[in-house]
């Protein structure tokens, strides 16, 4: 429970609940996003990445699961890290991962507007990315177990319409179409090659990129010692197995290339199988829908969870720790990581850089954010270990030291190839990095300090 008079959210999550959101704030990245790999590295070479990826994201979440079930607050990795790493470590987790939660959606918005195009070419994208933002942002307002229960709806339609499309597409599925070119454009492996599995990394990531939003719901969820390590370990295995199921199925259906560069490389590999006026197609293209709802209504619940966190323990203005006085919500705070998914949809010069397109540089942007967020939870993780000897922990790692310090590294290496690969929004991240943690640091409220939720 939180301190009298402290902002407080309703507990009302059961396990399906937090597995739909689990499976559902990643689920978009089976869709679209993951595609791009593939200009980078080809197919051959972004299988690589990928496997790589999954190892640490399987490492990672069954360490991470730890330190949800020991500190179940709203705020997550932001709560972990100032708790390890007093208000320094802790404003740095907390505002990367409000980059990743609040970058994420905007180009999940796009991949929207780019299947409703795929039926109604007249309608612009960026007009249909709004359309979303203010029907879900509304959706989220009105009540959590509203917006849970409609999370495990839509997540369990997008699972099953990615099932169905793995076997509409196997038929034609042919290995020598997804090894063709499979290194970076060439048939066999080169140094250009390694380069690229390198380089592909941020759109590995996005298969499993915002799963660990879990941990923005733990405040909400009933029993959290049993039902988020069920929720994380389950949903971990599912994502696995649909990602490599969608991306090998669909590489191998035609010319892989054709689909490197798009925002709906599903149902452009379903027409190779069915053809452009099969209602499998128009099928895939309505309920393949459901898996961009579901990542982006269930991050827009993650981020205005991680801003709400952040100013009920005065790292942002207070007014963002306000929760609704009906639904107990935080309705404004929900508000404002609106507002700024919005302007950077229509900010193509500002968040497009260095001849990226927008959903590519916007991708990129949350993964930097993603990572820095991975390696300062799995410190966290290890120095609570040697400060905290005594605290409650439901949940301890398996394999431990060796699965979190294997997801510590792998991060690092990811984060340090991400820079080198993007040196442009590298340099963007760093700058509002530095800005958010420094203004934060200064309105700090003096004494105000993040209440300490019990176990329940």
Known sequence: M???????????????????????????????????GWAQAGTLGFLITTVCVAAMYVAFIFSFTELTTAIPQAGGPFAYARRAYGPIGG??????????????????ALAIGAYLNVQYPTLNPKTAALGAYIVFMTLNIVGVQIAATFELLVTLLAVGELLVFMGVVAPVFSWSNF???????????????FGGIFAAIPFAIWFFLAIEGVAMAAEEAKDPKRTIPRAYITGILTLTVLAFGVMILAGGSGDWAGLSNLNDPLPQ???????????????????????????????????????????????LPEVFARVHPRFRTPH??????GVIGIAAIYSDNLVSIGGASLTASIVTLAVFGALTMYIMSMAS??????????????????????????ALIMAGISLVALVYYNLQIAGLFIAIMVVAVGLSLLLRTKGKSEPVVAMR
């Open 2 to 36: 939180t301190p009298s008079g402290e902002p407080h959210l309703k507990q009302t999550l059961n396990t399906f609940h937090l597995w739909g959101i689990a499976v559902g704030l990643v689920i978009s990245g089976e869709y679209f996003g993951w595609s791009y």
């Open 91 to 108: 404003a740095v987790a907390g505002f990367a991962t409000l980059i990743e939660f609040v970058f994420a959606p905007p180009a999940i």
């Open 179 to 193: 090894s063709a070119g499979g290194w970076a454009g060439q048939d066999s492996f080169t140094l250009t090659s």
């Open 269 to 315: 590999a379903m027409k190779r199988a069915v053809g452009s006026s099969s209602g499998w197609l128009h099928m895939l293209v309505w309920l393949g829908l459901f898996g961009l709802v579901a990542s982006f209504h269930g991050i827009i619940m993650g981020y205005a969870r991680q801003i709400f966190a952040l100013a009920r323990a005065g790292f």
């Open 332 to 337: 404004i705070a929900t508000i404002a990581g």
């Open 381 to 406: 993780l290890f120095r609570l270990r040697k400060i905290e000897p005594n605290l409650m922990r439901p949940y301890l790692a398996p394999a431990f030291p060796f699965a979190p310090a294997f």
